[in-house]
């Protein structure tokens, strides 16, 4: 077959230049532009990104017109029916799915380093007792480099892979203790006779003078959350990891920058943004249909929390597992009726905007975060814990991007280029003639 390539023609000088098309085993093809400036002088712009692939990657397909996400070809329905969030890890990290000799001792590594440095508690007395959970998360996590910095050696895929186990083994305990610090409520240690999700719901919830046992319903659904949250190929908090790192900064320092980027109402804040809007909606004179007609406006920077997305252009197929999943804790009698009565509004929401023009010209459907604060309002997570669940569930897709990206020598420093539009150079005024 012949080399695929396209054509790129200056108009003013006349000059070519032919680009390699690249494909990937499945998704868009994309034209290879690394070497363009070296060649010809040109930058290509593309703000947010929009038409840019920025690496190979083998962790995570979707293809947001079929609403589709697989692991590692692994569709995510299968997952999150079948599967458990600690195979999904070993999945993610590893390229396949772990044998049973290999889950267990997957598990026992992550199990036998849920632990904190004693000396870890001590960052969050620094902290105000209002400091939102996800302050608390950048914060500590960045923190967790101070304690692994000088044993750990980035070029040894060994130390990498350490480094991975210890962040999915430490997340629950460190999101579990920011909420135990803003609530006023003693630190709880990990238990290693409890699962994963269950481990974490013991260190949110249980008390010295009371253990919480958690529901088998909620603990399954904590795990389908996990599991649909673990990752979702190059966003923007997996980006911003891949970036810090690209300069082989500290993998935890790394996570850290990720989870600031996951905070805002775009991103991983949308879950929190999402229930305070149907809360609202809720206490509000005004139905649903003025909410539709606010979201509309282009006057007013009112969005449907929860909707649309950069890629899925049909509907999330997570949002569409989440969705099942508050069903089933409502149905089960796990939940309060002020909760019942916001997924009432969210099913109405959903109704009215996939029937209106305006979100079906330009596609725009429920996404993750549109129903999975229902879910953590059932279990009793506040919302200001939300967007620290999705960071839970998400360092496993964050550290395997680093993992690979790290043992890839393609990768070198991310460093975009700019159009510049300041002044020219002048020289300096010296003070008294300004
Ligand atoms: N409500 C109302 N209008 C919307 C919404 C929304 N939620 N989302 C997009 N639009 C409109 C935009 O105003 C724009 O309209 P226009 O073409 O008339 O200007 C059009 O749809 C395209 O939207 P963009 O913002 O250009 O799309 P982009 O890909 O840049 O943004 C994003 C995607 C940020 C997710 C956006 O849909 C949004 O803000 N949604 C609400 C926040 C949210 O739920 N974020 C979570 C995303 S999932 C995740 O990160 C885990």
């Given at each position: ?29 994309a034209?290879d532009v690394s070497q363009l400036y070296k060649?010809?002088?040109?930058l290509t712009y593309d703000p947010g990104f929009m038409s840019t692939a920025s690496c190979w990657s083998?962790i ?94 980035i070029a040894?895929?060994?130390?990498r ?72 190929e190059q966003n923007a908090s997996t980006s911003t990891v891949r970036l810090a790192g690209s300069s082989e900064a500290n993998p935890?320092a790394a996570i850290a920058a990720g989870?600031a980027s ?135 897709g964050w550290i395997s991007h680093w993992h690979e990206m790290m043992g890839d020598n393609k990768t070198r420093i991310s460093r975009p280029r700019q159009l ?15």
């Open positions: 077959m012949a080399k695929n390539t396209a054509t790129l023609t200056d108009n003013e000088t006349g000059e070519s230049i032919e680009l390699n098309i690249l494909h990937p085993t499945q998704g868009p093809k034209i060649k010809t002088g040109l083998d995570t397909y979707l293809d947001g017109d079929q609403g589709l996400l697989e692991y590692r070809g692994y569709s995510i329905d299968q997952l999150a029916e079948k599967g458990s969030f600690m195979e999904t890890c070993y999945l993610l990290l590893n390229g396949e799915l772990p044998n049973k000799e290999e889950l267990d001792s997957f598990i026992n590594l992550v199990t036998y380093h849920t632990m904190l440095h004693e000396q870890m508690k001590r960052f969050y007395s620094g902290f105000r007792r209002d400091a939102h959970p996800m302050a608390t998360m950048v914060g500590v996590v960045g923190a967790l480099s101070a304690f692994y910095h000088e044993y750990m050696d040894d895929e060994k130390d892979y350490d480094a991975a186990i210890l962040l999915i083994a430490k997340m629950p305990t460190i999101a579990a203790w920011s909420y135990r610090y803003a609530n006023g409520t003693p630190f709880v240690y990990p238990n290693n006779n409890l699962s994963y999700a269950e481990n974490f719901l013991h260190m949110m919830f249980s008390l010295p003078s009371e253990k919480y046992i958690a529901s088998p319903i909620m603990v399954r659904a904590l795990e389908v959350i996990l599991i649909t949250h673990a990752d979702h935890f989870i996951l905070w805002g109402p775009a991103h991983g804040g949308a879950n929190e943004a999402a229930v305070k809007m149907l809360i609202e909606i809720s206490k509000s004179k005004e139905d649903v249909d003025y909410f539709i007609e606010k979201a509309k406006d282009k006057t007013n920077n009112f969005r449907l929390m929860g909707f649309g997305h950069r890629v899925y252009k049909s509907y999330d197929p997570r949002a569409k597992i989440i969705r099942d999943l508050c069903h089933q804790i409502i149905d089960g009698g796990l939940a309060k009726e002020e909760h019942k009565e916001l997924l009432d509004i969210a099913m109405t929401l959903e109704k009215v905007a996939l029937e209106d023009e305006y979100f079906v010209k330009r596609k725009l459907y429920p996404n993750v975060d549109f129903y999975s604060g229902i879910i953590f309002l059932s279990m009793g997570i506040p919302l200001n814990m939300f967007t620290v669940m999705f960071a839970m569930a998400r360092t496993i510049y539009t300041g002044k020219s150079h002048r020289d300096y005024v010296p003070l008294a003639k300004r």
